[in-house]
């Protein structure tokens, strides 16, 4: 089970949208609604952000959305904070041996 | 709260087995499957397995079949992951995460296993 394809980086100005794209294959991230993305800043553990595809767990800013288009998943963050810098990642059910695979992590720079 | 504590940090010779636990509070230790994801210096998330701490049941990444066993002990609210025959290569934080509705909510502090002869 190969890991998910994100791009390496993404940056934007405050106050920007910006859209991390994290793409899989029809076993597994365009099979299932289970896609959930994680923020890490340096040094922390992994947040949840958003959890089977486009829902957000309590306490998670509304400025965070996720969406899915046939083996691709998206995380957009909108009205970019200082505090949005940080690694992101997505993970994706698959229903095989190996249950649950995460995606390559982009580091989201805050110009 | 919701609390997921680890034990501490652990160096192995190459060939040996480690053992980290991870002591769950705040929550019904039963009601939710723990993940094991480790992450290795500078390097991305890599999802290792989950055990339903109900019932013992557990679910491996093919990359670490063989070599890992998940197991848990309900009267303590601990769960335990092993890895044996280590490299270099498993130099890593470890950790441990609860599961709810197929995402990650809760999440120990990591435990940072180093392999070096």
């Known amino acids: 089970q190969s890991a998910l394809t994100q791009p390496a980086s993404v940056s934007g100005s405050p106050g920007q949208s910006i859209t991390i794209s994290c793409t899989g294959t029809s076993s597994d991230v365009g099979f299932y609604n289970n896609v959930s993305w994680y923020q890490q800043h340096p040094g922390k553990v992994p947040k949840l952000m958003i959890y089977d595809v486009s829902d957000r767990p309590s306490g998670v800013s509304n400025r965070f959305s996720g969406s899915k288009s046939g083996n691709t998943a998206s995380l957009t963050i909108s009205g970019l904070q200082a505090e949005d810098e940080a690694d992101y990642y997505c993970c994706s059910f698959t229903g095989g041996i190996t249950l649950y695979v995460f995606g390559t992590g982009t580091e989201l720079t805050v110009l | 709260q919701v609390q997921l504590v680890q034990s501490g940090a652990e160096m192995k010779k190459p060939g040996a087995s480690v053992k980290v636990s991870c002591k769950a509070s705040?929550?019904?230790?039963?009601?939710?499957?723990l993940h094991w994801v480790r992450q290795a210096p500078g390097q991305g998330l890599e999802w290792m397995g989950w055990i339903n701490p109900n019932t013992g049941v557990t679910s491996y990444a093919q990359k670490f079949q063989g070599r890992v066993t998940m197991t848990r002990d309900t009267s303590i609210n601990t769960a335990f992951m092993e890895l044996s025959g280590l490299t270099s290569d498993d130099t890593a934080m470890y950790h441990c995460?609860?599961?709810?509705?197929?995402?990650?909510?809760?999440w120990g502090q990591g435990a940072l296993v180093t392999v070096s002869s």
């Open positions: 995460a609860r599961e709810v509705k197929r995402g990650l909510d809760s």
């Open positions: 705040g929550y019904t230790f039963t009601g939710n499957f």
